[in-house]
């Protein structure tokens, strides 16, 4: 049997060495991304929102009433319209598993768009990728 020994490389993995010379020297990156390149959507009023979400009902008004029991929903409501009060917008991305963007895998894979977030990010997240 043979044994490769080296890099490995396809779609789903890659590899990678790097050179340090104490083991207590920092080995962290930084990766600047900016996350409207993954915009699917823009909303700049609460009502367009509104209608947004309520894509699968018969109104806006059957959506708030179907909703009116759900935390979560109502959490990220609360959330969008603090937002636009605040003269905000909102950006609707999209990420998927089988993106061919490293970071739209990455994203998705992850726990969520806060884990990658420093401090001085200067945006909210109302919903994140992995939220239900």
Same mark, same amino acid.
Request: glycine share 2%.
């Given at each position: 049997?043979? !044994? &490769?020994? =080296? *890099? $490995?490389?396809?779609?789903?993995? +890659?590899? *990678?060495?790097?050179? $340090?010379?104490?083991?207590? $020297?920092?080995? !962290? %990156? ?9 915009? +699917?959507? &823009?909303?700049?009023t ?39 009060d605040? =003269?905000? %917008?909102?950006?609707? =991305?999209?990420?998927? +598993? ?15 768009? &806060? ?6 990010t200067?945006?909210? $997240? ?7």
């Amino acid at each position: 049997m043979k !044994k &490769r020994i =080296g *890099f $490995v490389s396809n779609s789903s993995s +890659s590899s *990678f060495i790097i050179a $340090v010379k104490d083991e207590k $020297v920092s080995t !962290k %990156i930084t990766i600047e991304y900016d996350l409207t390149d993954l915009e +699917s959507e &823009r909303f700049n009023t609460y009502q367009e929102y509104l209608e947004h979400c309520a894509e699968y009902h018969d109104s806006v008004e059957d959506f708030l009433k179907e909703s009116k029991d759900c935390n979560h929903t109502q959490t990220i409501l609360a959330k969008a319209k603090k937002a636009f009060d605040e =003269g905000k %917008i909102l950006i609707k =991305g999209e990420v998927s +598993s089988e993106d061919e963007d490293s970071i739209s895998c990455y994203l998705y894979t992850e726990e969520n768009i &806060r884990s990658v977030m420093t401090k001085d990010t200067q945006f909210e $997240v109302i919903q994140d990728t992995n939220e239900y």
